[in-house]
Each structure stands twice: as structure tokens, then as C-alpha cells.
């Protein structure tokens, strides 16, 4: 892992507050669907990697599942912390799953929220299959951003002011993809040896923000938290006057939540 994408992974610990209010979460279908594709017993235990503040987390600890989370970031464990505080079955530990002690043959799923392609992919698949049983599964699942008609061309329109305001952001902000071209990463999960056939589902939503709304949203990106102090809020300026004078003052995003499971082999 280069220094600088070692860095970004732990911005979203300067905002843990902000985070766990603004990020938008998952389908409970998708839950549902982990379960039983899983195949997880109700008292199976669970490992997930990179809680943040719990939002993936509370949904399986409401179903009863014992789980350990691990998070890199101080503040974001301590609101993980308080906002599983109602689950004595559930355990965080303040570590990089890099640094964590394993535990082997342990768990009967790993989960991971958004956060697995922070990590070295050659480590990280090696010590989930070690932390699994021998009939355990992985469960890795992303929020993408896609193009929704309902946003009416804001995200195409906003790149005017990445080009001109926030240029270093553009590679990571391009107008968002079409559901089909997201990437997939199947083969990625399959290409390890360590895992079976990977079952793909997918879950299409829309989520709609105020101009304010939406700037703290952005603020909890790691590209855009480590803008200038100038830099960011003449851009951020500029995005809420659009929103608010072209836009009435709302626009909608399109989110695609992606899930793939798979088994140990």
C-alpha cells in the first residue's frame, strides 16, 4: 500500500461524527440475502472489517450474531462503540486488520462494508480464509455511485467546477457510472483459490440531499476532506449555489449497493 493511500484511509477518522450522521447506509434486503446465502447459523459468529461507526454492524447484532469488529480509527470505534452499546454480544477492537492477532478458524462470516479495497488485497484474502471454518464465508459489499435520472444532471453539470476549482478530485469524480459498468469484482474474489463460486446481487436506491445536506456528505470523502482549507470552501460555495439556484435547492443520487458472497473452499 503506497504512503499516500495509506494516509486517505484514515480521514474519515477525523469526521467520525459527521460520518456515522451523513453516510448513507444499506438495504435491509441486503441482510436478509447475507444471511441466507451465508448460510449463517442465528448464533454464528461474525468478523467484519472496518465497522466505521457500526452502521452495517447494527443490522446483523439486532439479528443476534456474535460479532467482532475491527476498525483503524480511534474516533469512529468509539461511536461504534456507543452505537452498539445496546449488543453485549458485540466487540470492538481500535486495530488495523493488518496488526489484529487472528484468530483461526473462528469465525463463520467475514463482512466488510465499504471498506475492504482499503486493504492489500494478497493480505487481506489470506486472513479472512485463516479466520474462517472450514464452511465459513466472506460477504463483501460497497455503495456505488450510478447515474440516476432523477438527478436531472447534476453530477455531469457539477464536473464544470471539479475542473476548475477541485482539478485533483476529477479522476475520482467523473459523472457517475451506468448501473452495468460498474466494476465487478468477482473474478477478484475467485482469482484468490481461496474462495468457491461468488453469488453477485445488486440493489438499486436514491437518496436525496439539501445543498447543506450534501456538502457534509462530501465531507466525509477522503479526497475532498484533504482539500485546502481555501480551496474547499470556495468549491464547496460554489456546489451549494448550484444546487440552490439551478436545482431548487435539492438533488437526488443514485446509489447501487453491491454484494458479493462466497464460501470458503
Known sequence: M??????????????ALLYDQVRPGYPEALFDDVVSLSEINPDGRILEIGCGTGQA????????????????????????????????QVEV????????????????????????????????????????TSIGAI?????????????????????????SLAPQLVKDD?????????PNKTS????TGLFGEVVYRSYRWDATYNSASYLNLLNTYSGHLNLGRITKARFFHAIA?????????????????????????
Open 57 to 88: 454492524t447494527v443490522p446483523f447484532a439486532r439479528r443476534g450474531h456474535r460479532i467482532l469488529c475491527i476498525e483503524l480509527g480511534k474516533n469512529l470505534a468509539k461511536v461504534a462503540q456507543k452505537n452498539l452499546a445496546a449488543y453485549p
Open 139 to 163: 460477504a463483501l459489499f460497497w455503495n456505488e455511485h450510478v447515474h440516476s435520472d432523477a438527478s436531472n444532471g447534476f453530477f455531469e453539470e457539477v464536473q464544470e467546477l471539479y475542473q
Open 2 to 15: 503506497t504512503a499516500e493511500r495509506s494516509q486517505l484511509r484514515t480521514t474519515f477518522n477525523q469526521v
Open 174 to 182: 467523473e459523472p457517475p457510472l451506468r448501473e452495468q459498468k460498474v
Open 188 to 191: 477478484e474474489i475467485e482469482q
Open 241 to 265: 449555489e448550484l444546487i440552490n439556484t439551478k436545482f431548487n435547492g435539492q438533488i437526488t443520487k443514485g446509489y447501487l449497493t453491491t454484494l458479493y458472497v462466497a464460501h470458503v473452499l
Open 93 to 132: 477492537c481500535n486495530t488495523a486488520f493488518e496488526d489484529w492477532i487472528i484468530e483461526e478458524n473462528a469465525f463463520d462470516l467475514v463482512i466488510s462494508a465499504t471498506a475492504f479495497h482499503w486493504l492489500d488485497p494478497s493480505v487481506a484474502y489470506k486472513k479472512t480464509d485463516l479466520a474462517l
